[in-house]
T-cell receptor
Framework: IAGITQAPTSQILAAGRRMTLRCTQD?????MYWYRQDLGLGLRLIHY???????GKGEVPDGYSVSRANTDDFPLTLASAVPSQTSVYFC????????????FGSGTRLTVV | KQEVTQIPAALSVPEGENLVLNCSFT??????LQWFRQDPGKGLTSLLL?????REQTSGRLNASLDKSSGRSTLYIAASQPGDSATYLC???????????FGDGTTLTVKP
């Protein structure tokens, strides 16, 4: 089934540790995005990539980094996790045409303690 | 900066009722608007997308309309069912650059 796979589904992480959230899509979409969803704050864009080899900063990029080595994968790395990064993280993609909109992954629930 | 507002934050209706969910945005120069459904603990599922040039889109019991001049979109759900219970979010894309602004959502409960 075509779509987006995120891993892990959930994770408890000690503060100060490094963590990479994985995101893979099989739809050959050009654009990919990372959002975090927090109660009362809604969905906020962390980083995005309009095509392989390029990335850009979203609304809340501090403490996060991304890479886009190929079309299918868009990992999100927390270099040194802090409790304020406790959130649900969603990866999304689009073909960039604006016609079909976004497809979202199932999310990663991250707790930093 | 685009702001997207969804009111009410929560809505409870009896099964079978027709209902309307609202989405307001401040910048009318939008590229498209997308409605999503989110079940508890799950990701977002796309329901309907309306292009800037369109007035409405329909899928089954769902109908989404767009009025750019007033900065509003509505999601109409006909003959609601308990399975429609979820949070509904709208997302407004200004430039097709992938930086959509999301509303906080309306949590719908349909009582049997």
């Amino acid at each position: 089934i075509a779509g987006i796979t995120q891993a892990p589904t959930s994770q408890i992480l000690a503060a100060g540790r490094r963590m990479t959230l994985r995101c893979t899509q099989d739809m050959r979409h050009n654009a990919m995005y990372w959002y975090r969803q927090d109660l009362g704050l809604g969905l906020r864009l962390i980083h995005y990539s309009n095509t392989a080899g390029t990335t850009g900063k979203g609304e809340v990029p501090d403490g996060y980094s991304v890479s886009r080595a190929n079309t299918d994968d868009f990992p999100l790395t927390l270099a040194s996790a802090v409790p304020s990064q406790t959130s649900v993280y969603f990866c999304a993609s689009s073909d960039g045409s604006g016609v079909y909109g976004y497809t979202f992954g199932s999310g990663t629930r991250l707790t930093v303690v | 900066k685009q702001e997207v507002t969804q009111i009410p934050a929560a809505l409870s209706v009896p099964e079978g009722e027709n209902l309307v969910l609202n989405c307001s945005f401040t910048d009318s120069a939008i590229y498209n608007l997308q409605w999503f459904r989110q079940d508890p603990g799950k990701g977002l599922t796309s329901l309907l997308l309306i292009q800037s040039s369109q007035r409405e889109q329909t899928s089954g019991r769902l109908n989404a309309s767009l009025d750019k001049s007033s900065g509003r979109s509505t999601l109409y759900i006909a003959a609601s069912q308990p399975g429609d219970s979820a949070t509904y979010l709208c997302a407004v894309d200004l430039t097709n650059a992938g930086k959509s602004t999301f509303g906080d959502g309306t949590t719908l409960t349909v009582k049997p």
